[in-house]
């Protein structure tokens, strides 16, 4: 029999590509979850997944895509661990009888979510531990994303797995005094994973898998925790940036500063549910960093335009920001907003502040080039942006850097 025709063969790797990151964001985590509780066994699950996936990759863009791409995965996974665990008789006849679909509960998957975010791992761990299990990812793609070595996110996954089974971590929901501790480094997880979304660090210049990823993982937790205003405050800051993802790039492929956006390309009835959110969220009277942040969002979202930025608001929105959550980033944002409240000087003052903190941090510098060029000092807003160039590696921000030096 003779093989698919070349054009047939890109047809199909392009297709299978595209279907596969979907379905493996839809399904990895209920299969990873089928497959622990059936086992017991974190890593051998977490294993047999990928090994799924990865044998999809291969095989799908020849192949096509199956009827029921869920249950090939599925059976791929169970082959492999029937295979590989033929000495543990009793495990082997329930993996055997296991059989595809598992109805899986959101809080089955949410289980994974808490295993993987436990607080005894380190947070570098606990993201690539999320990445990979629930979210599906290789470790080719994780180190994709934040630019980092192959082996150095294998060699953190595989200590994370045995940290898991060495100290015991189960593979639950925390108890109810267990939760708060745990839902810290679970927003945390979800919030870093929106960031590296919303603009790659990595060799393009957004990934919007990964912020529908963040959502997911957030609509989720709102949905075990519906009261908790600092997972509503999350999600509303995810939706509220993704309403304006149609506007933030041109035909080009080049970044559209929220000052020179087509408001018009927002979504806004997107807007307003995620405003109406973060006004449930305040209801409880317990801000926090993430609500806060939300709150500055919609001010810039609910603008008619920049010229009505609502920047009295957004400074005093940063100073309680930087009461519950102090860092040198969040002043250098609310330096952005100083600026049309109190004038580019008082600004650059408070940029020049954070040097010994930001001097490496390439927005640091784009920042201090636009206050510099708004005072009349064009040469010293060229050696900055120039210094901001050397610092990003993100393909977006290098265009529009370079096109400032250029215009110097």
Known sequence: MTGPSHDRVDALTTTSTRELERIVREHAGRLATALVRITGDFAAAEDLVQEAVLAALQRWPTEGVPERPDAWLFTVARNRGLDALRRESNYRTKLAQLQWPVQ?????????IFTCCHPALPRAAQIALTLRVVCGFTTAQIARAFLIPEKTVAQR???AKRK???AGIPYRLPDPDELNARLREVLGVIYLLLNEGYLSTANQTESRDLVDDAEWLASQLHGLMPTEPEVAGLLALIQLHRARADARFDGD????????????????GAIADATALLGRAAEHHRPGPYQLQAAIVACHAEAADWAH????????????LLHLAP???TRLHRCVALRYTAGPQAALAEV??????????????ATRAELLRALGHPSEARAADQRALALTTNPAEQAILQRRINAS
């Open 352 to 365: 020049d502040a954070l040097s010994d903190a930001l001097d490496h941090y390439h927005l640091y510098h």
């Open 327 to 329: 860092s040198p980033l």
């Open 253 to 268: 492929g080049d970044l559209v500063l929220l000052e020179d956006q087509n408001r018009a390309h927002w979504n806004h």
């Open 164 to 166: 898991i089974m060495d």
């Open 309 to 320: 930025t609502d920047w009295e608001q957004i400074v005093l929105l940063y100073d309680m």
């Open 104 to 112: 899986t509960e959101s809080d089955e998957r949410l289980r994974l």
């Open 157 to 159: 996954i595989t200590r």
